[in-house]
Structure formats: C-alpha cells, structure tokens
C-alpha cells in the first residue's frame, strides 16, 4: 500500500483496502487487482471510495460474483450492501459501506474484458498474475477520449425536443416536481454530454465539472437550475433549449449529421404560443 499517495493520512481506507487485497490475494480464480477512483491518481481524502477493480479468469467469473457478499463480511464489518446492474461493456458491482464510513466498490470484470480504454490510465496494479494488466494500462494512455456514435446523436435529438415538450406540459399542469426531475433528465442525458463532447473529453456526468467549465458555460448550465415555481421552470427549460441548440452544432456538423428544425420549431412554437396564452 506504499506506493498509494496519502493513504498513510487515513487509517480506515488503508485497513479497508488491506484486507481486501489480502482476501482476494490468494484466490488463485482472480488474475488481476486494480485501483481506481482517486486512490489512485493521489487526490484521495476523507470521503474517497476505495474502488477496486477484481478481474476473474472467464471460466470462473460466475463463481468469484456469486461470492461477493462471502468477500464483503471477510473484508471488514459491513453496514450496508448492494449490486448494481451491469451497463454494457461495464463491470458487475457490489458496493459496500464500512464503519468509518468508508464506501468499498468491488467492481468485478473477466479477465476477456480488460483491454486498453482510456479508464485504465494511471490506474494503480496491485496484483498481476497474467503479467498483462501492466501492458494494458500503458496503451491505455494513447486512447483519445470516446467519441458519440451518429446513430446516438440522432437518437438524443429525438429524446431532446420529446423531454422538452414533456418538462413544459408538467410546468403548464402545475406539477413542478416532475418538470424538476425532467429538467435533471434533460441535464443528464443530453446536456452534459454535449458539453464533453464539445470540449473534447471522455464523458464523466457530474463528476468534478465545477473544474472543467469555463465561467460562461458554468453560469449557462446553472441558469438550467430551478427553484419549485412555475416562471423559474419555464425560464430553465427555455436555456436548456438554447444551450442544447448551441451545443449541438459543432458536435454535429463535425459528423455531418443533420436535423429536422421545422420539427423542432413546431415544439419551440407550441412551447411559446402556449406560454403566452396562459400568461394573458
């Protein structure tokens, strides 16, 4: 664990994080060990996931999952615990919270599955039985970041201008809580990646954006932002529409897709025409 920047500083996430490689050590079923999150690039403090990385021979992958929870209790004590389902192409996880509290992520791949991606980068190797992993990590920081596929693109389009019109029948009905959480929808699933893209960089969610926009995109996606009140939604929803149009442009254009605007004008429109209806 020496060679884990600041894990000196905190006693539980190390006695954590021991255990676990000494428990899946000597499982001669699991090839590889690999640290992630921010264990292992040195930004780790009080309220770091120890994420670890279990890679399991093909043939034995089944057998290693189905033991998760024998892993959990040998590891530690814990408080709570659950799976979460696989994306495609993703690990299978067991996610576990310690006394401390100190989250442990057991993210579990077959041995198949681990190929040169650009998550691999400055990832930390702490067991290696295939003398593989190393290889891999080191090709893995030549990949550019993931580029949207044209069929995804045109998909989000689609969604786009259907959640819009969505989030502004829930404003018109009154019901606010559902236009927030359409709003979080439209934040999620369209802007944010858009604006990755855009930048030219793998896309994360939420994760540390205060550190990647500018001040102007950080002051236009907070005004996408609203309180429960019906003038605050509809101002949000119309600078989704605008930044998502902004956005949009260079991404697609460097694909040379294409999109339908007298479609999207007949939502825009109806969205406006309705609106100053109801005000008068």
Not at 178 to 199: C, F, N, V, Y
Not at 254 to 264: H, I, M, N, P, Y
């Amino acid at each position: 664990m020496d060679n884990v920047p600041g894990l000196d500083l905190l006693s539980a996430h190390r006695t954590l994080l021991e255990r676990a490689v000494n428990y899946f050590q000597g499982d001669d079923r699991v090839v590889s060990m690999i640290l992630g999150g921010s264990l292992s690039h040195g930004a780790v403090d009080f309220y770091s996931d120890v994420d670890l990385y279990i890679v399991a021979r093909d043939e034995s992958f089944e057998a290693v999952f189905d033991e998760r929870d024998t892993a959990a209790r040998a590891i530690g004590s814990p408080l709570f615990r659950f799976a979460v389902d696989p994306i495609p192409g993703g690990s299978r996880d067991y996610i576990v919270m310690y006394p401390g509290p100190v989250k442990l992520d057991l993210m579990y791949y077959r041995e198949s599955e681990i190929k040169p991606d650009r998550k691999w980068t400055g990832r930390l190797v702490l067991k290696d039985d295939s003398d593989s992993l190393e290889a891999v990590i080191s090709r893995s920081a030549g990949f550019s970041p993931d580029h949207p596929e044209p069929r995804a693109l045109l998909e989000m389009n689609q969604k786009f201008w259907t959640w819009c019109w969505y989030v502004f029948g829930k404003i018109m009905r009154g019901e606010l809580w559902e236009a927030l959480d359409g709003m979080h929808t439209i934040r999620s699933d369209a802007l944010l990646p858009l604006l990755d893209w855009t930048a030219g960089r793998s896309h994360e969610g939420y994760r540390r954006l205060e550190r990647k926009l500018d001040p102007e995109m950080a002051a236009r996606l907070e005004a996408t932002v609203a309180p429960l009140e019906t003038q605050a939604l509809y101002d949000a929803l119309q600078t989704a529409i605008a930044l998502f149009w902004d956005l949009r442009e260079p991404v697609f254009d460097v694909r040379g897709l294409t999109f339908d605007q007298a479609s999207e004008e007949v939502v825009r429109g109806e969205i406006r025409r309705h609106w100053t209806a109801r005000r008068a």
